[in-house]
């Protein structure tokens, strides 16, 4: 039986800005108490249970769904109509499964320190993992079905047509599954395969003790990754900037032995689910579950290799700006010129929704129904996770987390989740419930889209130099981020699994090599690499949650620089042409494999020239930088 997808649970990172934080109108409430925020800026989570009773129904319920879907063992090959009724079934237990998930898990979210929410999704979690064992026999069983005899089915039932594509799937991967014996092992392994996962998440937040520093004013900090990040945006000293790096990085390099060995653990993990299922390699088993070619991967790293210039004269131009003697990644975050502007949330609903004006009535229509519901928790308060995050219910919609905090990165961030709720809304309209899930290779698709729709109406509408660098700065920003840094990571993953796979041994040592060699490579005599940068990698959570995952930004943010260029520019007939191919991609959900997807919206992600375009965007962008930054004085 195919994985279930949980919905895209997108998180974004941004930079935050430093403000003078202006009053301006509706601000930011100033409490940071749950119950004092108005209810119109707080989830409801009535359309999903209308109270904890209903959920607990919800869950004996679906319960006794999968012990009956067990019971549908050895019937598959009775003919269509069983294989249909299971499908059904299935869709069904599927679509519970979304309520009774989401249900506890976003009322956790904005209050994580409720240990009885906290209990009640674990609570799921345990029962999901029973499933999974209890299902182990499917794929395996409807594989015995000759392909050609299950095509014949699926064109004798027309029930069967919305699980062609889901069916036919599992055919192309047959190479890879085993037999009911083997898939079984390979269940039991899934448990304890956690294991370095969970050592990881262990180390680096229970166990972690985080240093203090005293700053240049006197004041003494604990370092958490938030005040880190806090340090690096907002103090314009430079040896703060370079003392609480030095400190926070100490804090790894002082556990690296540790998390090499446990990132030894999750690559071995990798390699030998590859192995068990004929794979080359790791990054073979990875991108086979969505039929993504390994040379995308392949082209992505070699061409960005290649396309470092922009980078590193951005680098150069930060550091003349900012007036320093020597650069270092530590001060890349400091914004280079202090702005008041505020983007109060009642505003910045307004302004994303304007800008979004080309994709056409209908869509824009849609967004503001979702932005005007109560599906959207937009202020942060005491307990309530960090970053921003779009999570769907199929049959319900998208919900979506906020920390509004008024700056120009909190604009963004509106207007970058707001493509993934839209994403979300269009594809569950448009797709029966089998196919509605996307993946997060087309998801940061249509996220990035919406943040270029916005950039370009901030762009038109502004003169001012200073707020045009700080818009194109954002923008360099995000290529940074998004793009560059991502890519660096891939590269990273692709040498260490190379360890493994050739049966090297992965210490402190090697890794902290590698990742020293892809700075140098990436930033040149641009910036000064200091020694400790080496052990960045075990602390980039992506590396231990999941691996191979990141480069999917990349590809997504090349795919959206395209598909934006389609929609902005050309002929009136090829513009809309081009939009009406990328409003049928938002509602395509996962009906098909995301490379082939993206192609018929009009991107090849098997060309150089499509990643190249990126780099060449990044070119002009600094170019414009440069511009703006002589006109301000
Ligand atoms: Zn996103």
């Avoid at 003919?79 to 009774?100: C, N």
């Avoid at 131009?317 to 400091?334: E, N």
């Avoid at 041994?505 to 700075?519: Q, R």
Wanted: overall charge neutral; glycine content about 6%.
């Amino acid at each position: 039986m195919n994985k279930l997808l949980l919905g895209t649970v997108a998180a974004s990172v941004h930079l935050l800005f430093a403000t003078g934080a202006l009053a301006a109108s509706a601000p930011k409430p100033a409490t940071q108490n749950r119950a004092e925020i108005p209810a119109r800026y707080k989830w409801d989570f009535s359309p999903i249970y209308a109270n904890w009773a209903e959920w607990d129904a919800a869950m004996t319920s679906i319960e006794s769904k999968m012990d009956a879907f067990a019971a549908r063992k050895g019937t598959l090959k009775n003919g269509p109509a069983a294989v249909l009724s299971a499908y059904l079934a299935f869709d069904e237990i599927g679509m519970l499964q979304y309520k009774v998930y989401r249900y506890p898990q976003l009322q956790r979210d904005v209050e994580t320190r409720n240990q009885e929410v906290a209990g009640k999704f674990q609570r799921v979690g345990a029962v999901f993992a029973k499933f999974g064992t209890a299902t182990a026999w499917f794929t395996p069983e409807l594989l015995k079905i000759p392909q050609a005899t299950m095509e014949q089915w699926i064109r004798d039932t027309p029930a069967l047509a919305p699980y062609k594509f889901t069916i036919l799937d599992n055919y192309r991967q047959q190479a890879h599954v085993l037999d009911e014996q083997g898939e079984k092992l390979l269940s039991y392994a899934a448990r304890f395969s956690q294991t370095p996962t969970a050592t990881f998440q262990e180390l680096s937040t229970s166990d972690i003790k985080f240093p203090k520093v005293t700053l240049s004013d006197g004041k003494e900090i604990t370092l958490s990754p938030g005040t880190y990040q806090g340090v690096l945006q907002t103090n314009y000293v430079q040896a703060d900037r370079a003392k609480a790096f030095e400190a926070f990085l100490g804090t790894y390099a002082a556990t690296s032995n540790t998390y090499a060995a446990i990132y030894n653990g999750v690559m071995q993990k990798g390699w030998f689910t590859a192995q068990a299922r004929n794979f080359p390699t790791v990054l073979d088993a990875a991108l086979d579950d969505h039929a993504v070619p390994i040379d995308v991967v392949k082209t992505l790293v070699d061409t960005v290799r290649a396309g470092t210039a922009p980078l590193q004269r951005y680098a150069k131009l930060r550091k003349k700006l900012l007036g320093l003697d020597s650069y270092h990644l530590y001060d890349g975050s400091i914004p280079i010129y202090k702005t008041t502007a505020t983007y109060p949330y009642d505003d910045a609903k307004e302004t994303v929704l304007q800008s979004m004006a080309p994709l056409g009535a209908d869509y824009v229509a849609k967004y503001k129904k979702f932005l005007a519901g109560k599906q959207i928790d937009v202020y942060e308060n005491d307990g309530k996770r960090s970053g921003a995050y779009v999570g769907g219910v199929y049959g319900v919609g998208p919900y979506m987390l906020l920390n509004h905090n008024d700056t120009q990165s909190a604009l963004f961030t509106l207007a970058h989740e707001g493509g993934h709720a839209m994403h979300t809304i269009l594809s569950y309209e448009k797709q029966p419930y089998v196919t509605s899930s996307y993946t997060i290779f087309v998801a940061e698709v249509a996220s990035t889209t919406n943040e270029r729709f916005l950039l370009n109406k901030l762009l038109e509408s502004t003169k001012d130099p200073k707020e045009r660098f700080l818009l194109l700065q954002h923008a360099v920003d995000s290529i940074v981020g998004t793009f560059y840094t991502q890519v660096l990571f891939a590269d990273f993953e692709l040498q260490a699994h190379k360890l493994v796979e050739q049966g090297k041994p992965v210490t402190a040592a090697v890794l902290n090599g590698i990742y020293l060699d892809l700075l140098k490579t990436y930033y040149g005599d641009a910036v000064t690499i200091d020694d400790a940068y080496k052990y960045t990698w075990s602390r980039i959570p992506h590396f231990f949650n999941s691996p191979y995952y990141v480069y999917q930004y990349a590809t997504c943010f090349a795919s959206s620089a395209k598909l934006f260029k389609d929609m902005t520019t050309g002929a009136p007939a090829s513009r809309a042409a081009a939009t009406a191919r990328y409003l049928e991609l938002l509602g395509s959900g996962g009906n098909d494999h995301p490379m082939a997807q993206l192609q018929k919206a009009g991107v090849d992600l098997s060309k150089r020239e499509t990643v190249q375009a990126v780099v060449d965007q990044m070119q002009e962008l600094v170019t414009q930088m440069e511009i703006e930054a002589a006109k301000i004085r």
